[in-house]
């Protein structure tokens, strides 16, 4: 699994976001560490990413819930 905890999206490196979108679609979650980072703050992030539906819905909820084992 990889994490980005408390890191702005446009912070991640290119080789992280290649990542995302290809074999790590499923392995790779988003975590703002929140109250650090706002979710309002770092969603327009995530959309500028052009992340195809359902990697940015494994990003931001569905791996999370598999890794942590989480009701759905």
Same mark, same amino acid.
């Given at each position: =699994?990889? +994490? #980005?905890? /408390?890191?702005? &999206?446009? !912070?991640? @490196?290119? @080789?992280? !976001?290649?990542?995302?979108? #290809?074999?790590?679609? !499923?392995? *790779?979650? *988003?975590? #703002?560490? *929140? @109250?650090?980072?706002? =979710? +309002?703050?770092?969603? &327009?992030?995530? +959309? /500028?990413?052009?992340? @195809? &539906? +359902?990697?940015?819905?494994?990003?931001?909820?569905?791996? /999370?819930?598999? /890794?942590?084992?989480? &009701?759905?």
């Amino acid at each position: =699994w990889i +994490d #980005t905890s /408390a890191r702005e &999206p446009r !912070h991640c @490196p290119d @080789p992280f !976001h290649k990542y995302l979108k #290809t074999n790590g679609k !499923h392995k *790779y979650t *988003y975590e #703002t560490d *929140y @109250p650090l980072l706002q =979710w +309002d703050r770092v969603l &327009p992030e995530i +959309d /500028a990413l052009g992340l @195809p &539906p +359902d990697v940015r819905r494994k990003f931001l909820h569905d791996n /999370a819930v598999r /890794a942590f084992k989480l &009701p759905g």
